[in-house]
């Protein structure tokens, strides 16, 4: 009975090729490979290789030694080199439909290696090798400098520490030096300073004293004062307007009281003239003219009257103290007489010495007069109070006269 092994078989390939280059390269390869496992490529391999399995590998060798020369063929050695995955999926593919007529199916195939003897892979090679050896050599300057440059920073930080170092060491010895020295003096230091916030706070008491005695005198003298002037100087200013107002009240009194005489007059006057109408035309227009000359005459005279208190009032008003000396002369005469009046009841006078006694006598008589002078000076003072001007002066007092009624 005869046997057809179904296991996995190894070929090794190890060729020359030529590549497009015309360059030799010598290529290693291993093909694994087995029988397929569907019936038509068991009956395949049964018809070829039972009873001959030791020829399986040849024919495998050969079917790929001569796709892989072919494939190599149209290849450089530089893609040899960079493309192996291309020439091992280009030998497969090529070498496919040969297997399965075989009835064998390929598991793998591996280029191993790609030789050449005349040294072009090796000078390929060096241009590359030359700049990576160059690369390195520049890495190792870097690196050597960079070392060097942090060999002198840390020579510098070790320097720039010990200049630091002596710096503070000076530092803390100056500053050692000036706490002694302000050690030193602390004691007159702070003497004068204590005397000079005694000295602030004096002057903080002394200016508190000040303001506080203006204060006091504010309140205790100027607020008083103001409210004194105030107050007098608002009085003033009432009785001024007040005796203002009275004066022209008064004035307007007697202009009233004219013009009622006035019409009055002139009633009666038109009254006389209507009754003594029968009497005549001649004596009816003498009647008439008499009454409106008596009326004008007490319009006048009423108006003459108030334009004199003006003027009175005015003329108090400019100088007070003439108008009084003018009323006290004007009642001189009058008051002397009324203290000579007390001599009338006396039956008979003896003077002892002679015309001295008399004038003595006389001189008593006018000492009356002029004890009394005084007294009439305040009584129109007081009168003219009531009326006085803005400018402080007093009119006298209007009369009012009544003219005589017309029979």
Do not use: W
């Amino acid at each position: 009975m005869r046997h057809l092994s179904l296991d996995i078989h190894e070929a090794e390939l190890d060729l020359e090729c030529v590549t497009t280059q015309g360059i030799r390269v010598g290529v290693k390869a291993v093909v694994i490979y087995k029988i397929a496992d569907d019936f038509q490529s068991i009956a395949n391999a049964a018809r070829r290789f039972l009873d001959q399995e030791e020829q399986m590998d040849v024919k495998v060798h050969n079917v790929f030694a001569g796709h892989l020369r072919s494939i190599v063929g149209t290849m450089t050695v530089e893609d040899l080199i960079r493309n192996r995955d291309v020439l091992t999926r280009a030998t497969r593919e090529s070498s496919s439909s040969e297997m399965q007529r075989l009835g064998l199916t390929i598991d793998s195939l591996q280029i191993q290696e790609i030789e050449n003897n005349s040294g072009y892979i090796d000078n390929l090679s060096m241009p590359e090798a030359a700049r990576v050896a160059k690369e390195a050599r520049i890495a190792q300057a870097g690196s050597d400098r960079e070392a060097t440059q942090r060999e002198q920073e840390a020579d510098a930080l070790k320097v720039a520490a010990q200049s630091e170092s002596q710096i503070k060491q000076a530092q803390a010895r100056a500053e050692a030096e000036r706490a002694q020295a302000e050690a030193e003096q602390a004691g007159p230091l702070a003497a004068a300073t204590a005397r000079q916030q005694v000295v602030v706070q004096e002057t903080k008491v002394a200016e508190l004293e000040a303001q506080r005695t203006e204060q006091k005198l504010q309140a205790d003298a100027r607020k008083p004062a103001d409210a004194d002037a105030y107050k007098t100087r608002t009085v003033a200013e009432a009785e001024r307007d007040a005796r203002i107002s009275r004066a022209e009240a008064q004035a307007r009194e007697v202009e009233l009281q004219a013009a009622a005489d006035a019409k009055r007059v002139k009633l009666e006057a038109e009254a006389s003239a209507t009754r003594t109408t029968q009497i005549g035309d001649a004596e009816v227009s003498a009647t008439r003219a008499r009454g409106m000359a008596e009326g004008d005459a007490v319009k006048a005279t009423g108006l003459a009257e108030a334009e004199a208190i003006k003027a009175r009032a005015a003329a108090l008003a400019q100088n007070q103290d003439a108008v009084i000396a003018q009323q006290i002369a004007e009642q001189l005469p009058q008051i002397v007489g009324e203290a000579a009046k007390a001599f009338g009841n006396i039956g008979q006078l003896t003077v002892l010495n002679g015309a001295e006694g008399m004038g003595e006598m006389f001189a008593q008589v006018l000492g009356m007069g002029a004890a009394a002078i005084p007294l009439l000076r305040s009584a129109i003072d007081q009168n003219t109070s009531g009326t006085k001007q803005p400018n402080g002066a007093t009119p006298a007092k209007a009369r009012t006269t009544t003219p005589a009624k017309d029979s």
